[in-house]
């Protein structure tokens, strides 16, 4: 225990200072999945086809859970369609604008670790495979601090919306907006340099714990599906599994592609099986015409 002693001479000391730590303070983040455009196809069908099964992760910078849209299906232009909420409750420390992480370091630790860190949104564009892994498409981080404003159209959209090392642009602090929505580049850098990848429509929403019991939401398109309600998307017929599906694998596939070619073979077929059943017939009709000619031939005059 420490005691702070004063001298007499100044006379007796001023009111105590409450030095107890900061309580940081509880936030939601609720992120809206509403379309993607332009995403790059990562994909060629068994018809050639050029197309990606696009879904997304979401997650916050230092919190291992992450979540994920579904899937859609075949997409052939690089649009995907979702509505789909994620959620990510936080802690948030208001002075030193950095988001407060609590977990254990090893898995045998016995206590958490309290650690700090700029409260960042991650989100990354996948292309969905079943019978091997899924490919990594482009991704995204948005510093809720300081943030990229979105475009309004994903025609606007561009890699020079994004920060940059000696690029100004102008930042916004999610804290202070509340809401956004738009459309924000999705890139790969795998290769040291961004290549625009994708381009995602989202809408994030930043309320606290209380606010967040006020106006409740569910996950995905779950239950209480409201702030905003969302619902299922309203996808192509082009957009399904592929297995699971015969009868729209055999009308988009199978006939798009190759229609014309199994006409000319049923026609072809059928102009086979008159052949054969002209040669067929035709020596049992000869016959029949022989015998009539020679019963004529041979019959009473």
């Known amino acids: 225990m420490w005691v702070d002693i004063f001298p007499s001479s100044l006379g007796p000391p001023g009111p105590p200072f409450d030095i107890s ?15 993607t455009k332009d995403v790059i196809l990562e994909e060629e069908s ?10 997304l992760k979401g997650w916050m ?64 564009v996948w292309d969905n495979d ?28 561009k890699l020079t919306m994004l920060p940059e090392v000696g690029k100004d642009v102008k930042l916004v602090s999610l804290f202070e ?15 040291g340099t961004r290549e625009l990848t994708g381009k995602i429509e989202m809408e994030l929403e930043l ?11 569910g996950q995905g398109r779950e239950e209480p599906n409201m702030n905003p309600k969302l619902d299922p998307p309203n996808r192509p017929e082009t957009s399904f599994l592929w297995f699971t599906s015969p009868w729209k694998t055999f009308k988009y596939i199978i ?26 017939s035709f020596p049992s009709l000869m016959a029949e015409l022989l015998v009539d000619a020679l019963k004529g031939a041979t019959g009473p005059k």
């Open 255 to 280: 006939w798009k592609n190759y229609g014309c070619w199994m006409i000319c073979m049923v026609l072809f077929l059928l102009f086979l099986l008159l052949i054969a059943m002209f040669i067929y």
């Open 177 to 191: 907006m509340k809401h956004m929505r738009g459309f924000w580049p999705c890139y790969d850098d795998s290769t």
């Open 130 to 157: 079943k019978f091997s892994a899924d490919d990594f498409i482009g991704h995204l981080e948005l510093n809720l601090n300081a943030m990229p404003m979105p475009a309004k159209r994903s025609k606007s959209c």
């Open 46 to 55: 068994i018809t050639g086809e050029k197309m990606s099964d696009i879904f």
């Open 61 to 124: 910078a230092g919190i291992d859970e992450k979540q994920k849209t579904d899937v859609h299906y075949r997409s052939l232009d690089g649009e995907g369609n979702f509505n789909w909420r994620m959620i990510f409750p936080f802690d948030y420390q208001v002075a030193e604008q950095t988001m407060v992480v609590r977990k254990k370091e090893h898995f045998w630790s016995l206590d958490e670790t309290t650690l700090t860190t700029t409260p960042k949104f991650v989100t990354q």
């Open 207 to 217: 309320i606290t714990e209380a606010e967040a019991l006020e106006r409740p939401a």
């Open 21 to 35: 730590p900061r309580k940081p303070l509880k936030y939601v983040l609720r992120v809206v999945i509403w379309n």
